[in-house]
C-alpha cells in the first residue's frame, strides 16, 4: 500500500535514464540516497522515443519523448510543446521539492518557482559554452539562464568556476562535486599489460569540468597507488 505521508521528490532531467545502465548526472544514487531517507521519488526524464512510466528500485521513472521542433536543439527553447507537457505532469506531481538539471528544463522550474514551488536548480554543464551554437547565441543564453535561476531557491553547481560565472545572477550557489558511484571504484580485476595505474577521462578537457580538481587529487591518489599516470582524451576548452 503506497505511503501517503511521505514527501515527495520529483527530479527532473534530460536523457535516457534506464538504472543503472544508463545513469546521468548520478540519478540513480540521488535517489537511493533521497529514498532511504524516506522520501517518496519520481524521476521525469525527457528523452527520445515514447510516453510511458516505469517503478524502479528507489522510485518512479516518467518518460517524455523529445526531440527539437526548429531542427537544431537551442537550449531552453528547443520543444515549447514539450515544455508545456513536462510542467503539467511536474505541476500534477505536487512534490515537495523539485530538482531540476540543465537547460532544457530550466524554463519549467522557473514556472514552478513563480507559482510558489520549492524548486533547485542543478548546473552539471555548461551548455551555453557548446561549440555548435554562434557566439552571439551562446552569450544570451548564458544571460537567460541567469535571470531565470532567479526563481529557484537554490542553485547547485558542480565546480566552483561554474559558480563564478553566474554568482552574479543568484545569490545561493552551493558546490556540490559530483563523485562516481561506488562500482567505479574497483579496478584490481581488469586486465593490464603492465602493472601501473591509469587514471583516464573522457570528455571535454577545461575548468568547467572539474579538471583542475582531478589533477589535485593525483596527490591524494598517490598515496596509495605508487606512480599512477592521468590520460586526458578529449578536446581542450578555455572555458
Do not use: W
Not at 519549467?108 to 557548446?130: E, M, N, Q, R, T
Not at 541567469?146 to 537554490?154: A, D, I
Not at 580485476?189 to 587529487?217: H, T
Request: hydrophobic letters at 35%; a positive charge; one cysteine or more.
Amino acid at each position: 500500500m503506497k505511503d501517503v505521508s511521505k514527501k515527495k521528490v520529483c527530479i527532473i532531467m534530460q536523457g535516457n535514464f534506464s538504472p543503472p545502465t544508463y545513469n546521468p548526472h548520478l540519478i540513480y544514487e540521488k535517489a537511493k540516497i533521497l529514498s532511504k531517507s524516506g522520501y517518496e521519488i519520481i524521476v521525469i526524464s525527457t528523452q527520445k522515443g515514447s510516453f510511458s512510466e516505469e517503478i524502479f528500485k528507489y522510485g518512479k521513472i516518467i518518460r517524455i519523448p523529445t526531440g527539437g521542433v526548429y531542427g537544431i536543439a537551442v537550449p531552453i527553447f528547443d520543444n515549447p510543446l514539450q515544455t508545456l507537457i513536462l510542467l503539467s505532469r511536474a505541476i500534477r506531481i505536487n512534490a515537495e521539492i523539485y530538482h531540476v538539471h540543465g537547460l532544457a528544463n530550466i524554463l519549467v522550474g522557473a514556472f514552478l518557482g513563480v507559482i510558489g514551488k520549492k524548486v533547485l536548480y542543478d548546473i552539471s554543464d555548461d551548455h551555453p559554452s557548446h561549440n555548435y551554437l554562434p557566439k552571439i547565441i551562446q552569450t544570451l543564453i548564458r544571460y537567460l539562464e541567469g535571470l531565470l535561476t532567479k526563481f529557484y531557491n537554490v542553485v547547485i553547481s558542480s565546480t566552483e568556476y561554474l559558480k563564478k560565472d553566474r554568482i552574479k545572477f543568484h545569490s545561493k550557489i552551493e558546490v556540490i562535486p559530483y563523485c562516481p558511484p561506488p562500482y567505479f571504484h574497483s579496478i584490481n580485476d581488469v586486465k593490464q599489460k603492465n602493472k601501473r595505474k591509469r587514471i583516464i577521462y573522457v570528455g571535454q578537457i577545461s575548468k568547467n569540468k572539474g579538471i583542475d580538481k582531478i589533477l589535485e587529487s593525483l596527490e591524494i591518489v598517490s598515496r596509495k597507488i605508487k606512480n599512477p599516470k592521468l590520460l586526458l582524451v578529449g578536446k581542450i576548452s578555455n572555458k
